[in-house]
């Protein structure tokens, strides 16, 4: 029923910037939570940060905080993600995720998201 297309990602030098969008679209009233999630090549997946719909919580990876800021738009039905101070370590495949259950445990934790997204690659030179 609810979908997610993120739209945004591409290549930019050391130092950059880029912001990430999620489109939202079908029954959405009911998430409880969204967040942006990356996976490089040869590596494990990863949260990056997310945000509580309901109470407006924002949690950070920490290797991301104060570069990158999370924020939706619930008039867009969008979901966005502003990447700042890009590093090389920053490349990945970058995916939405959304979900409408309960939490359980930490909302960092990439099992209390259930709807992703395609992703979107963002590639960071030296």
């Known amino acids: 029923q609810v979908g997610l297309v993120e739209s945004g990602g591409g290549s930019v030098q050391a130092g950059g910037s880029l912001r990430l969008s999620c489109g939202v679209f079908?029954?959405?009233?009911?998430?409880?939570?969204m967040g942006w999630f990356r996976q490089a090549a040869g590596k494990e997946r990863e949260a990056v940060a997310c945000?509580?719909?309901?109470?407006?919580?924002?949690a950070y990876a920490d290797s991301v905080k104060g570069r990158f800021t999370i924020s939706q738009d619930n008039a867009k039905n969008t979901l966005y993600l502003q990447m700042n101070s890009l590093e090389p370590e920053d490349t990945a495949m970058y995916y939405c995720?959304?979900?409408?259950?309960?939490?359980?445990?930490?909302?960092?934790?990439?099992?209390?998201?259930?709807?992703w997204g395609q992703g979107t690659q963002v590639t960071v030179s030296s």
């Open positions: 079908g029954y959405s009233d009911s998430i409880s939570r």
């Open positions: 945000i509580s719909t309901s109470t407006r919580s924002i």
């Open positions: 995720a959304a979900d409408f259950r309960p939490l359980r445990g930490t909302v960092l934790d990439q099992r209390n998201f259930a709807i």
